[in-house]
């Protein structure tokens, strides 16, 4: 394909393939015409950011007569080049859905039986309160747990918890990206690492899908390396959007770190690392050749199906284009039980061509608290400020999943996020102790979390469950308690923290009044039943304006500012990396390991897992007639978020189950049957996709459907639940496990 049209087809999606970025309208008939049309007599632009999906792009609304009819991408933003995704597009449809909750709801019938009566907030918050002041007398503060998706609102959410003497407060990320976290972590001191795709000459994806698990910065860049000759392999059983635009090698699941540490073989062998690198700023390497010594292109062509040649010759590419290659590490990284290994060695591949703080490889992010450690930098660093808040209460038992304080020994995992499944298996098993009510905040367990029917079951155990959500979802339709909140278009949020070569802040103020005026922002919600409880004390401010005001403050920047412009970055501060012009640069101000090396060899990691060095583990594949079950993003909908938003599901209303031709053709089905997808224990029922673009040992659908709240009317009962099947096991480092569970298809 020329360039041209290549990249057009990128942007507004190829034959067949679905719109990745713009051009969609906003209106439910989908009119981009009508769209445009409207917005020759704008009456305002509200800067504010998406909550399409947690990426928080910057954007500029459009409002006529009181009404949200447009929403674009941030014009300024160089980053994000003024576009936004069409999830980000569909804002308004959300929006102004009749279909989302409406009012405080408490349950009156059995629960999953869907029988709720309408409350006041004040009746609300003081069920709430009752039920968890129970819980806390009876069982202790630790029997309440909170799990909301990592964001803005932890703070206020999570005060609550705290201020109830629970240490048993979780976000989503055990479902997502805790892996790669830890490992960076472990490796470098922070996990605060980006990779500087843009400048990039050479990109190995290992199940990375820039282009429909989007970030519409990431997928920009990825485009512009694309766009400027860089070649693009793609390591993933199926052949993905992402796959499309490069080099696919159907690699077998859950082998990836075969490939990896053969990469790494080849590497030493041919002598094609930077020596100089790994004797300055690295640690244990001898160690890590000693692991990898035996894992030939040989070894690792049984272990993935890829062949040695094959490897060889990508890992002399990535090695001659060093150091601007990028072997990525990831972002849904929860494939297998030792996912985080994988993590592990990918950074540590990635440290042998030195990639590290210069264009084209992986970076520091650099926050005002980051620039102040570097001279020449200082002067740009204005750092957000933080509201007051008392000392929570000593918490009497440790945390069920047995996290810790990082820097205790053996202890790895942080306690900020946690291994949010263990809450499911706490409840059920009452191990360490039981859990007895749960607060959900925007997060779906039920769609999210491996394991479904176990959920239901936990859920059925359970003395409270409270949910606060924009739709009555499938966790909200089993609580006792629904908070409906108003969406990220009617609110105002903290200002959030986007630095990454540079600082940058976001701001999130609402570009029309609350649409249904019985719905309330978060700060509000846990600020009012903070002071029901009356644990007020820990919400030390009036309302989010002056919130905002005590953040910035400190920064010198004002909320007339920031409001005016949407982002701020420093005026004039140019993208820095260490070690762009010297490649000898100190990199103290960089790594946080106590060490101040990058730790190849972790003794912190040997203690906790017994692999100082990432080592391989063989994972069974399927035998004949059964198949590895694996999923993915889809580029219109957001994971279990969007399933219900009625542009979104005009689009993509239910998902499908892809099997390979000739897979389909040995079990005798065809594309379209109604099929039964087992996993021994549970089933699901949906439609077969039969498709070349996947390996024949492995079938894949599109995560978030199979939706059981009947209050989702346009999504109920359409497509498959992948996380029914998959069964639960919890990772090395606290992680779901969603790529080794094998499944049998028959027709329904
Ligand atoms: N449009 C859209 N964009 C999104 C989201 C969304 O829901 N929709 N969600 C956002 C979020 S929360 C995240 S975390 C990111 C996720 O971004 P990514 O991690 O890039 O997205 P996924 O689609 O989950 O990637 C999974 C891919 O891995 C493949 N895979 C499965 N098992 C294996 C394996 O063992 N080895 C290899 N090599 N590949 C495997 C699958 O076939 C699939 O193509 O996207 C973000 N952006
Ligand atoms: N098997 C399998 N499991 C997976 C995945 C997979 O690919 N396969 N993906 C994993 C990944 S990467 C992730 S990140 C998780 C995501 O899991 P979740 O965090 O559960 O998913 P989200 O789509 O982010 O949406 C969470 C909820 O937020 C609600 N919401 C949206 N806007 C608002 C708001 O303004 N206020 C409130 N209160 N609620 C709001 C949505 O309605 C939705 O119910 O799932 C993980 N689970
Ligand atoms: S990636 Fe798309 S949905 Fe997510 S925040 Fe950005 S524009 Fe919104
Ligand atoms: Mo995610």
Redesign the pocket.
Known sequence: MKRRNFLKGLLYGTGGTMAVMGGLGTFNNLDPLKAEAASKDIATTVFSSCEM???QCPIAVKVKDGKVFKIEGHPNDTAFGGVI?A?GNAGPSLLYDPQRIKKPMIRTGERGEGKFKEVSWDEAYTYIADKLYKVKDQYGGEAIALASRKGPYDWFFRSIGKALGSPNVFSHEAT??MTRSVALDTTFGTEAIAADYGNAKYLIS?????F????VAQTRAVSKALSNGAKLVV????F?ITASKGEWLP?K????LAFVMAMANIMIQEKLYDQDFISQYTEGFDKWAEEVKDKTPEWAEKETGISKDKIIRITREFAAAKPKAILDF????A??TNDYQLRRAIMIVNMMIGNFEVPGGYYLNKPASVLKSFPDQAGYAKGLGSIKQPSFPKVAKGRIDGTGVKGTPGQIIPAYDGAVGSIIESILTEKPYPIKAWLVHRFNPYISITGSPRIIEAFKKLDLLVTCDVYMTDTAYYSDVVLPECTYLERFEPIFDMSGLTPKYVIRQPAVPIVYPDTKPYWQIYKELGEKMGIGEYFQFKDMEDYLTQQLTPTGLTLAQMKEKGVWTPPGMKAFYVRANDAKASLDNVLANQSKKIEIFSKEVEEATKQGVPKYVSHPQPEEGKFRF??????????AGTANVPILNELMPTNSLWMNTVSCTKLGLKDGDDIVISSGKYEQKGKLKMTEGIRPDTV?CY??FGRISPDLKRAFGKGINDNYLILNEIGEVGNTVT?TTFVTVRKA
């Open positions: 999906c947690r990426n995704c999830r997502c990206p290992i199940g990375r899908n820039w429909e698990g989007i970030h390591l993933d059983p199926r993905s690699i699941g859950a082998t990836d990831g972002w849904r990284t494939y297998t694996v999923q993915g993003k889809v580029a219109v909908h957001t994971n894949f995560h978030g790529s």
